[in-house]
């Protein structure tokens, strides 16, 4: 009798293994290590976990108790009661926000201004901020020649008339619908080489990075100007059907043609140098209020602390030129029957 009893002893002690090795994952097995006795409920389990000495353990209950424990329920819980309160700036009476204890050790980023005084943008970091280079010439064109130049022009040319019409002189409300299209070319662009690297194993040149750099940076100009314009629904609702629409057209375009790819949004950056140069027209003229710069231009820009719209808007400007000639560039490039790759990036040419 103890002979049977000692065996099906074992053959169940077995089994649970067996039970227990299939449900889990070794990290969910390490994270019960590590938290010593955990009960099996915290892993959604109805029984109790037994350790061992030699670090196993064995779990009786349910097969679907076991089932349902997952590294992800476990950590879930095991955050929610690491996370804990953190007033800003250490006052009792401020709003408090709590602070994300990752199980998996990842650490919360922080970062500080030179000063010592807490960074407060997450988009962006002080390393990436640059004051802009405002000597660039705002009136260099690119005459077109060939007949992919005169269709990238007057693509462009025949989006710009439904967008005069649409928002007329609300010329912030204008200026965040180009960023959200201008942000869409970098990133397709940046992305299809990236793609194309991998496929060739080759490198790039540096263009995947130049490319992404301008779409971050196009990103960050429609950061800034949501804080000095407040769009209406039905503007927020075109953004939606303008950017699906550019975007597949683009990257079409793009697998295509990378020469009229980029030779069209070179064209495009030509006219949004046109329309800040309207936008800063009617500041100057008191039409619209010269308000103070948002804080976050300032950071991004290394704007002085007293700066105004207008500043923000000639900063702007000039990134814009840079992206023409970065894009115009790139597409003589194709013209001349070489691969971006040939012709190191302009990178950090914002």
Sequence with gaps: MLMMAGRGGATKLASSMML???CFSTATARGMLVKEAVHAKAMGCQGDVVRGNVGEFVVRGSVFGL???ST??????DQQ????PVAE????????KKETVSYWGVPPSRVSKE??????W???????????????????????????????????KTLRWPTDLFFQSRYGCRAMMLETVAAVPGMVGGMLLHCRSLRRFEHSGGWIKALLEEAENERMHLMTFME???????????VFAVQGVFFNAYFLGYLISPKFAHRMVGYLEEEAIHSYTEFLEEVDKGNIKNVPAPAIAIDYWRLPPNSTLRDVVVVVRADEAHHRDVNHFASDIHYQGHELKEAPAPLGYH
């Design 81 to 84: 009661q690491n996370v804990r």
């Design 122 to 156: 997450n988009c962006f970091r002080p390393w990436e901020t640059y004051s802009a280079d405002l000597s660039i010439d705002l009136t260099k064109h690119h005459a077109p020649v060939t007949f992919l130049d005169k269709m990238a022009y007057w693509t462009v």
């Design 89 to 96: 700036g250490g006052g009792v009476d401020k709003e408090e």
């Design 228 to 238: 000095v314009s407040n769009p209406r629904w039905y503007e927020r609702a075109l």
């Design 72 to 77: 992800a329920s476990f950590s879930e819980k």
């Design 115 to 120: 000063d010592g005084t807490e960074w407060k």
């Design 20 to 22: 227990v090795a299939r």
């Design 67 to 69: 089932r349902l424990g």
